[in-house]
T-cell receptor, first 109, second 116 residues
Framework: KNEVEQSPQNLTAQEGEFITINCSYS?????LHWLQQHPGGGIVSLFM???GKKKHGRLIATINIQEKHSSLHITASHPRDSAVYIC???????????FGEGTQLTVNP | NAGVMQNPRHLVRRRGQEARLRCSPM?????VYWYRQLPEEGLKFMVY????????ESGMPKERFSAEFPKEGPSILRIQQVVRGDSAAYFC??????????????FGEGSWLTVV
């Protein structure tokens, strides 16, 4: 079992839909990151969370430390949101990031 | 303020050759991380360096791979005698302080290595 599990693996939505991507982890963490990766491109850090909720534009990220679970929400999705979204955790025991397998999101016009 | 700069973006090597990937962290960042993304797989940690020190290399293969972050100049990930299985995207990331405090991390655009 991976230390970081994401669901779903693949998600197809219509433009305008509300999207949720989930991340569960099994280790103690000091922070959780949500990352975005476009095909053939680099990786952008969207959020870093250690508790509660953060919002940036149409993106919202929440984390429940007790349940070891985080969600990334996209409101009013748009085709340009199509990308791979990756959950990554920083364990309390070190500085490295451990990554989920990623969620491939496709938003159709 | 330039972001994390990686070069080359794309590198083709024949089996047995050496590959050198360079990473210049963001200005003011003294912590560098290298991650590897094999085709159709997720990102995996390789090594964490500070200036002139390797802090954690537990994700590095024991042979053929080495990394450095000298006092001056970029961090370098070196792969000797490359094999086809080394074909992957190699990402560098930097942060201003130790990740223990949960600082935001910044990624480079990646270096895509193809071994033919």
């Amino acid at each position: 079992k991976n230390e970081v599990e994401q669901s779903p693996q693949n998600l197809t939505a219509q433009e305008g839909e509300f999207i949720t991507i989930n991340c569960s982890y099994s280790v103690g963490i000091s922070a959780l990151h949500w990352l975005q990766q476009h095909p053939g491109g680099g990786i952008v850090s969207l959020f870093m969370l250690s508790s509660g909720k953060k919002k940036h534009g149409r993106l919202i990220a929440t984390i429940n430390i007790q349940e070891k679970h985080s969600s990334l929400h996209i409101t009013a999705s748009h085709p340009r949101d199509s990308a791979v979204y990756i959950c990554a955790v920083r364990e309390t025991s070190g500085s490295r990031l451990t990554f989920g397998e990623g969620t491939q999101l496709t938003v159709n016009p | 303020n330039a972001g994390v700069m990686q070069n080359p973006r794309h590198l083709v090597r024949r089996r047995g050759q050496e590959a050198r990937l360079r990473c210049s962290p963001m200005k003011g960042h003294s912590h560098v991380y290298w991650y590897r993304q094999l085709p159709e797989e997720g990102l995996k940690f390789m090594v964490y360096l500070q200036k002139e020190n390797i802090i954690d290399e537990s994700g590095m293969p024991k042979e053929r791979f080495s990394a450095e972050f000298p006092k001056e100049g970029p961090s370098i990930l070196r792969i000797q005698q490359v094999v086809r299985g080394d074909s992957a995207a190699y990402f560098c990331a930097s942060s201003p302080q130790s990740g223990i405090s949960g600082n935001t991390i910044y990624f480079g655009e990646g270096s895509w290595l193809t071994v033919v």
